[in-house]
């Protein structure tokens, strides 16, 4: 196949892969870095659950921080009984037939101590989720980075790739107007045009690589199934974001959201077990009281008040030893102590790995660069003796790679940079 014919052909598949028409309703989605911060603060899923979560725990709190209110009755009753009846001394009294009527107001109230202990543990679940969004919303920030400069890699991958083939197709053709005229042997041409070839297929496995990572995007950020994205963030350059110093890991740890949320759990079954301690102590208070006419049901109704209250104790003897109930409180509570602590240890492990990884990647910069640079001094000088026709094929191509692959290396070291630099601010300094 003419080199020519390939190159084109190469060109036009590669356009048709990236640049295909949007038809059937799909559209582009222009994104950067600040979209993707904002975009992931405002994600409607997380709001709308957190919402319904926050609804759930409020009406629960309310619900047992009005343990106390009593309960207040009214309507009409009748009862009658023909027949026989039992005194309370053991004798009966036969051929009865009574009936009355009551109708009235009235409040019955049973208060229970023990449950302000319970309206503390639902406050302090209340107060965890607040946490337990902050702590999604962060997962969902450090993955959407992450997504976001693997996509921005196989983007600058793939076009480095595109302009190599057309430089590769280039030279191939000088070669097969060379091997024409009897200047070069066919094997050079054919080198070359194997060259070409293998550029166009590393090109295609980075484009799969771009796609893998927008389609993670694309959902990480709630887009339509069909959208396409497109990058407007064109900066290949190293940040200076963050500072590559130890720093406070006592507050650094505080931010993490993931502690306060067990720490508010912890505190609300701290508050549960004080049912289990003090609370068993504690009586159980009521009153019932109402006013009304009663009487006979065809009978004149006389007024009629009644009142009742006391206080009782109950005192389940099984919690004076071997309270099941209290060691599953603090099982629990020993199990959430143990989870911070495994929480902590990996929190602290992230900043340090984030920390090592930025002053690891500075240096590495360094050498991808100088490499680059005689990489593309070197291809220069060999290009200059091919036009000479003193430089083999082979030595041409494989210079030409070599400079095509440091340039991608400096540029997947410098992505890498700037995306641990990201992770290392949301893990410090919380989501904002």
Known sequence: MNIK??????????????????????????????????????????????TAKQQLALAEYEKTKKWWWPTLYGGLTSSGLLGTAQNTDGRFFRDIRKHNLWAGLGIDATWDLKEKYRVQANS???????????????????????????????????FSYV???????????????????????????????????????????????????????????????DTEIELTDTLYAPLSLVETKAPDWSAMLDIDPTLHQIEMQINGLEAGKQALTKGRWLPKLFLNTNGSLFGGTFDPFDPTGVFRAGALWQIPLHQLKGNADLQIAEAKIATM??????????RQLKLM????????????????????????????????????????PLEL????????????????????????????????????
């Not at 590669?14 to 904002?38: A, C, I, R």
């Open 5 to 50: 014919y390939s190159f084109w052909l190469g060109i036009l598949f590669f356009s048709f892969l990236y640049f295909l028409p949007k038809t059937n309703g799909q559209s582009t989605f222009e994104l950067d870095m600040d979209v993707l911060l904002k975009r992931c603060h405002a994600d409607a899923r997380l709001q709308s659950l957190y």
């Open 124 to 158: 302090w679940a209340a107060k965890a989720l607040s946490y337990a969004k902050a702590a999604d919303q962060e997962e969902l920030l450090l993955d959407a980075i992450e997504e976001y400069f693997t996509f921005k890699r196989g983007y600058a991958t793939f």
């Open 397 to 432: 191509f494989e210079a030409e790679e070599q400079a095509v692959q440091t340039t991608i290396d400096y540029l997947h070291v410098v992505l890498d940079y700037n995306y641990a630099q990201y992770r290392y601010l949301v893990l410090t300094r919380g989501v904002k």
């Open 337 to 346: 102590r143990a989870s911070e602590a495994f929480i902590r240890r990996d």
């Open 163 to 225: 302009r190599l083939v057309e430089k590769s197709t280039s030279i191939a053709e000088q070669y097969q107007k060379q091997v024409a005229r009897g200047l070069k042997p066919k094997s050079d041409y054919l080198i070359a045009k194997s060259r070409v070839n293998a550029m166009q297929s590393k090109a295609v496995s980075a484009y799969r690589m771009m796609k893998r990572s927008e389609a993670a995007l694309i959902a990480l950020l709630d887009l339509p199934a």
């Open 353 to 392: 790995q984030a920390l090592q990884e930025m002053t690891n990647l500075e240096q590495q910069m360094e050498v991808a660069e100088a490499a680059k640079s005689y990489a593309l001094e070197a291809f220069d000088l060999i290009l200059a003796r091919q036009q000479k026709g003193v430089a083999s």
